[in-house]
């Protein structure tokens, strides 16, 4: 498997937390894992680069070095209030024209905005710089509640740590939730977290019935090694003590999901980490994480990750799909509008 070169984009002053939420997913060589990524940082003027820890960076590589990189990463913006720097954009725009996904995290999202390639299309930011980028850029549909969006040529993420989130995900997207987990395991981090950025942000609640403020983390470490059992959401209120109702509006207060939404989803999570790290039939999978039946996991799976289960293991897994049934199709892109075909989200 060839290795996707990943160029991270300094602007001074440059965050130092934003730049390394790329390089620890990208950049960092783990024992045990094998290095699908080669990681590189460029300047729009090579030299001392200022950051906003007190200290400057040695950058040794320009701009050309965007016209090699697969992924081009934009860690943050600071100076906003500034003119994008001209040559930045064109080269930006020419990464893209050409193919290279750009990634956007936090306050940089304000400069993907400036060069016209999110116009109507879905981005986010850091909560606190939400309202901000949509008024300063009309045409993009701001999502203020949301850790990252991957469009597939596109991807933006909220503040300082959901860009670690996002980079996270292109890593499961790019080579599955296995490569992906060992990543977050060496980083004493959850592959995944649940839930939209505004349960971080300062605002006021909105008034609600329930005022407890029980954490739902016991619940799920109980549903999670329960997958194989028909849980439904009064199985879930009856081991949480509360009334149906209540437990919903937990879920949306604390995950932004309903628990029917989050259950599948981990049904769904457990079943790749079968397909690709296990030969077993689709059939016994579903059983396995809670599904039923072959049918019923090919319809849930593809509703959640665009493909299907042979499809994905062929992609992941290294196994030749003998035991998926039959199924040949190819694995589909990421929606959103992909320049070019990715393997599955």
Do not use: K
Not at 98 to 119: P, Q
Not at 225 to 238: I, Q, V
Request: charged share 20%.
């Amino acid at each position: 498997m060839s290795v996707q070169r990943v160029v991270a984009l300094v602007l001074p002053p440059q965050s130092t937390f934003e730049l390394a939420c790329a390089a620890e997913v990208f950049g960092v060589r783990r024992p045990g894992l094998p290095a699908r990524y080669s990681f590189q940082v460029c300047a729009e003027r090579p030299g001392a680069v200022p950051t906003l820890a007190g200290y400057d960076m040695a950058v040794g590589a320009g701009l050309p070095a965007l016209e090699a990189a697969d992924t081009v990463v934009i860690p943050g913006w600071h100076r906003r209030d500034d003119p994008a720097p001209p040559a930045v954009i064109d080269a930006i725009r020419r990464a893209h024209r050409r193919g290279a996904r750009i990634v956007a995290i936090c306050s940089g999202t304000f400069l993907l905005a400036a060069t016209g390639l999110l116009d109507h299309r879905r981005a986010t930011t850091h909560w606190r710089l939400a309202a901000e980028l949509a008024g300063r850029f009309p045409d993009v549909q701001v999502e203020p509640d949301t850790l990252y969006i991957d469009l597939g040529d596109l991807a933006t993420s909220a503040g300082t740590a959901a860009g670690i989130d996002l980079c996270l995900h292109l890593a499961r997207a790019d080579h599955g939730a296995a490569y992906a987990a060992h990543i977050a395991r060496h980083m004493v981090m959850p592959p995944h977290r649940e839930g939209g950025q505004l349960q971080y942000s300062t605002a006021p609640p909105a008034p609600t019935a329930d005022r407890r403020p029980e954490s739902l983390a016991p619940l799920l470490d109980w549903a999670a090694e329960r997958l194989d059992e028909p849980l439904t959401l009064d199985d879930l209120a009856a081991r949480a003590g509360v009334s149906p109702r209540t437990l919903a509006r937990r879920f949306a207060g604390q995950l932004g999901v309903s628990p029917g939404r989050w259950l599948l989803q981990q049904r769904v999570t457990a079943a790749r980490a079968l397909l690709e790290e296990t030969d077993l039939p689709v059939e016994t999978i579903a059983v396995r994480v809670g599904l039923s039946s072959a049918t019923n996991l090919r319809r849930r799976f593809h509703s959640l990750v665009h493909t299907t289960p042979a499809a994905y293991r062929r992609s992941f897994g290294g196994h030749d799909g003998s035991h998926d049934g039959g199924l040949s199709s190819r694995p589909s892109p990421v929606r959103g509008g992909a320049r070019r075909p990715r393997p599955p989200a």
